[in-house]
């Protein structure tokens, strides 16, 4: 099993639309859960963190599930400008150095 | 602040030859890495940093060195390139690099590079 699974999509909506993107992950050490957005040929930028209990941010609500290990993003009253790569990252505890690693990536493409 | 910067953005070599990919960031960050990305692959941790003079190897470190001597910079270079290193090369970093470190991880703009 990978360690990250990530739905590579791609997910086309229209515009307004409220969408939601899962990651799973096989180590249940992880403790630290990070959503970050890619745009074409540019660099990943953190979009949101994801806290035990699950956090908004403005049109943006993370969750994490433990017990079946996956985080979710929703996405709600999607904007052209949404439309990037959604890379699930996870953090595990062990070592002496952070350890993250990247989901492939979530496609999103919002349509006019 | 300028963040991270990369040199150079686009790079062609030829096998066998070697080449060394700049990282500067001016933040002040404990934590420097360097990541490969390909097509339908998550970002793939080459080496990492965790202060000036101490480096260790991530997930694909074979035919990269890497080098701190300064908390500034992070060249990553390459040895002999070869086509399976042609690939689009993130550095990043992040004010700490412990285990528990939540900070974000600040990006380059990313290094083409294409081997023929």
């Known amino acids: 099993r990978k360690e990250v699974e990530q739905d590579p999509g791609p997910f086309n909506v229209p515009e307004g639309a409220t969408v939601a993107f899962n990651c799973t992950y096989s180590?249940?050490?992880?403790?630290?859960f990070f959503w970050y957005r890619q745009d074409c040929r540019k660099e990943p930028k953190l979009l949101m963190s994801?806290?035990?209990s699950g956090n908004e941010d403005g049109r943006f609500t993370a969750q994490l599930n433990r017990a079946s290990q996956y985080i979710s993003l929703l996405i709600r009253d999607s904007k052209l400008s949404d439309s990037a790569t959604y890379l699930c990252?996870?953090?595990?505890?062990?070592?002496?150095?952070?350890?993250?690693?990247f989901g492939s990536g979530t496609q999103l493409t919002v349509l006019p | 602040n300028a963040g991270v910067t990369q040199t150079p953005k686009f790079q062609v070599l030829k096998t066998g030859q070697s080449m060394t990919l700049q990282c500067a960031q001016d933040?002040?960050?404990?934590?420097m890495s360097w990541y490969r990305q390909d097509p339908g692959m998550g970002l793939r941790l080459i080496h990492y940093?965790?202060?000036?003079?101490?480096?260790d190897q991530g997930e694909v470190p074979n035919g990269y060195n890497v080098s701190r001597s300064t908390t500034e910079d992070f060249p990553l270079r390459l040895l002999s390139a070869a086509p399976s290193q042609t690939s689009v090369y993130f550095c990043?970093?992040?004010?700490?690099?412990?285990?528990?470190?939540?900070?974000?991880?600040?990006f380059g703009n990313g290094t083409r590079l294409t081997v023929t």
């Open positions: 990043a970093s992040s004010y700490g690099g412990g285990p528990t470190d939540n900070s974000p991880l600040h």
């Open positions: 180590n249940s050490a992880s403790q630290s």
């Open positions: 994801v806290y035990s």
């Open positions: 990252v996870f953090q595990g505890a062990s070592g002496s150095a952070r350890q993250l690693t």
């Open positions: 933040m002040n960050h404990e934590y």
């Open positions: 940093s965790v202060g000036a003079g101490i480096t």
